[in-house]
């Protein structure tokens, strides 16, 4: 059962919340161990709360439209008491003293909380082997990575571990391990759901969205952490009264809408025929459901990784200044107050969190801001009015979510930059902080899942929700 299933029978009552968490924790004790995608499996709690959802609706009250729906969240969300990781050495022992906002949300609309899933390193990676816990796997082909960083998630849902979860997108880590695991992701408008209690990587890139099975779960599970918050100063204040709801247009069809096949995140080098051939036949697919679609160039996308690896490590460069040893987790102890920062960073980081941490603190030094930083600026500056130039002739772009499917574990790891050109097809909505999904769309020679990516203006999501309904109905009907 999908989580729009799962909700309405528990809300009826003819399913209990308590054998719906049972029946989740069952298939997670039987293939956790292969898969990895928990850094903390929260069992008792799941147990208490999912009863307290049962007391509810014996009362007769409405736990709510996630009632009973177990989801899984990323271990860089806020969980008050709870340990939240980002799977990193350095926050070891820390529970933050709040919750995230986008956890209140969840649970005052009834979904009960199975666990906290593993990811890259403060998010950085594409492939959840950056975790100082260790790989998750990919539940299609365990010796495969799910991507990243939001891998755990990914995993989690595709497992059915969980019906929803949540992840955070920076530079594609909800998109592109959705296309590797074979599920729904989304990333939302920059500023549409709130960050508050999101530990920061790049705080004018991070956004949270939802993992889910369908279209539909995806837009339900989006509406609920959906909205303006004022713990969040970069939050929307228009969100959700001012923007049309994506739950209600889902089956409105494409008929009439204008679809446009982004040649530079479709055709660029790297990117592999079939995942190429995915697009076309989505392509075709809602041509055939009465949309026009033509090929369009968003020439400057092509800078969009460049632009991209200078902004997201300078801004994690100055937002992972906090952990000094002072404030969070771990700290080792030194002679002089520089030695215990020091030592406490060396022991705590990882090898790619460093990395990233040199790379964004070189960009913003004196004498090389304006050639490195200023120039990603200016280039993202460009990408935005691009994409505005595009969309005053489509109503949604297409393109892939990643180059490839999913790869082996450990195929990458030597090569950052290959690591890095994972997300050549992502970074451009974050850097533009326009909404962007990915929906499963046919599989390659052995089985393993295809991404295809729907990306829309700022606020569009409902006309995003459309197209993604519309591909995986053609998908439905194919198969
Ligand atoms: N893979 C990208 C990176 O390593 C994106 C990460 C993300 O979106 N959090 O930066």
Redesign the pocket.
């Known amino acids: 059962m999908n989580a729009t299933e799962l909700a309405a029978a528990v809300r009826s009552g003819e399913r209990s919340a308590v054998e719906v968490v049972e029946e989740h924790l069952s298939r997670i004790d039987a293939r956790e161990g292969e898969l990895h995608a928990f850094n903390l499996v929260m069992a008792d709690d799941a147990r208490a709360a999912a009863a307290q959802i049962d007391a509810a609706v014996a009362r007769g009250e409405d736990p709510g439209p996630l009632a009973g729906v177990p989801v899984a969240l990323k271990d860089n969300m806020c969980t008050r008491g709870l340990p939240t990781t980002c799977s990193s050495k350095i926050l070891d022992g820390w529970k933050p003293p709040y919750d995230a906002t986008v956890v209140t949300r969840l649970r005052d609309a009834g979904a009960v909380f199975v666990g906290k899933t593993n990811l ?1 390193e403060f ?4 492939s959840t082997e950056n975790s100082a816990f260790g790989p998750t796997r990919n539940p299609h082909d365990p010796s495969r990575v799910p991507g ?2 939001s891998g755990g998630s990914a995993a989690a849902v595709a497992a059915d571990f969980a019906a929803l979860s949540l992840g ?6 909800i998109r ?1 391990p959705a296309a590797l695991c074979g599920v729904v992701g989304v990333k939302p408008t920059y500023g549409a759901v709130s960050r508050y209690g999101l530990i920061a ?1 790049a705080s004018s890139l991070d956004q949270i969205g939802p993992f889910a099975t369908t279209v539909a779960d995806a837009a339900l599970a989006l509406e609920v952490i959906w909205g303006h918050d004022p713990l969040d100063s970069t939050s929307i204040g228009s969100v959700p009264s001012a923007i049309e709801s994506p739950l209600a247009v889902l089956d409105r069809g494409v008929e009439g809408l204008r679809v446009g096949i982004v040649d530079e995140i479709t055709l660029a080098e790297g990117i592999a025929p079939e995942v190429r051939a995915a697009v076309e036949a989505a392509g075709l697919a809602l041509e055939s459901a009465g949309a026009s679609v033509e090929h369009v160039s968003v020439p400057s996308a092509e800078y969009g990784l460049s632009a991209y690896y200078l902004i ?1 490590p300078a801004e994690a460069s100055s937002n992972l200044a906090r952990y000094d040893g002072v404030r969070y987790g771990l700290r080792v102890d030194g002679e002089t107050v520089e030695q215990m920062n020091a030592a406490t960073r060396d022991c705590g980081f990882g090898a790619e969190v460093k990395r990233r941490i040199m790379l964004g603190t070189y960009a913003l030094s004196t004498g090389y801001y304006d050639a490195y930083y200023g120039t990603a600026q200016r280039v993202r500056t460009l990408i935005i009015r691009d994409f505005e130039r595009a969309y005053e002739r489509f109503d949604v772009l297409l393109g892939a979510t990643s180059p490839t499917v999913a790869f082996e574990l450990g195929a990458r790891t030597a090569d950052p930059l290959a690591m ?1 050109l ?2 050549v097809c992502t970074v451009p909505s ?1 850097l533009s902080g326009d909404p962007a999904m990915s929906v499963p769309f046919g599989a390659d020679a052995a089985g393993l899942p295809i991404g295809v990516q729907v990306l829309a203006p700022a606020l569009q999501e409902a006309t995003m929700f459309r197209v993604a309904a519309a591909i995986e109905a053609a998908k439905g009907s194919a198969s």
């Open positions: 890259d998010a950085m990676g594409s990243g960083s955070s997108d920076t530079g594609g880590s592109q990587f997201a890095y994972s997300d974050n």
